[in-house]
């Protein structure tokens, strides 16, 4: 089973900062937060990932949380092109991937 | 340009019938991994790879075989395909860096099983 919670769907007005939550309560110590995206039947595409502190790449931010129990991507100014199905993954390096159901986000024109 | 290349990008084939699906990354990736894509299952790891010569199963191997024979290349094997095996599927090869690690998956194999 996966091991985070994402809400299924969200809605965001294009341009706008969009908000992505994830719980991830019983991630340990060595485990990563990892967020990536699939466009409709694409491969999914690597955006972000962190352990402790907050991440920033030319793609988003990552912030997460000082207890790590949960974690939100940030993609700053959202196009119609950012509408994908976003997930957020918890592992150790080597382990398998486990991916949930994740959040299909749609950018609003 | 650095990526992972599925062929065939779309097949269609009958039950019984042996098939290869052929993964190749360019990037000198060690680990190596198959997935497979259904509605409302997300995606579910086949098998993965270590390594040349090194392979193991993920959480839905049945029905599949695959080799490492050279680091580049990660064949997926159906011997027998039956129809419940009609899926999305998708290569992956990680890099680490700085012990972390990033996978970069290929473009998909979508695979009818009649």
């Known amino acids: 089973d996966a091991k985070t919670t994402q809400p299924p769907s969200m809605d965001c007005a294009e341009g706008r900062a969009a908000n992505l939550p994830c719980n991830h309560s019983?991630?340990?110590?060595?485990?990563?937060v990892y967020w990536y995206r699939q466009i409709h039947s694409q491969g999914p595409q690597y955006i972000i990932h962190?352990?402790?502190n907050n991440e920033t790449n030319e793609m988003a931010s990552l912030i997460i949380t000082e207890d790590r129990k949960s974690s939100t991507l940030i993609l700053p100014h959202a196009t119609l092109r950012d509408t994908a199905v976003y997930y957020c993954i918890v592992r150790v390096r080597d382990d398998k991937i486990i991916f949930g159901k994740g959040t299909r986000l749609h950018i609003l024109p | 340009e650095a990526q992972v290349t599925q062929n065939p990008r779309y097949l269609i084939t009958v039950t019984g019938k042996k098939l290869t699906v052929t993964c190749s990354q360019n990037?000198?990736?060690?680990?190596m991994s198959w997935y497979r894509q259904d509605p409302g299952l997300g995606l579910r790891q086949i098998y993965y790879?270590?390594?040349?010569?090194?392979?193991d199963k993920g959480d839905v191997p049945e029905g599949y075989k695959v080799s490492r024979k050279e680091k580049r290349n990660f064949p997926l094997i159906l011997e027998s395909p039956s129809p419940n095996q009609t899926s999305l599927y998708f290569c992956?090869?990680?890099?680490?860096?700085?012990?972390?690690?990033?996978?970069?998956f290929g473009p998909g194999t979508r695979l009818l099983v009649l």
């Open positions: 962190g352990l402790k």
């Open positions: 990037m000198n990736h060690e680990y």
């Open positions: 019983t991630i340990s110590g060595n485990e990563y």
């Open positions: 992956a090869s990680s890099f680490y860096t700085g012990g972390q690690e990033t996978q970069y």
């Open positions: 790879s270590m390594n040349v010569e090194v392979t």
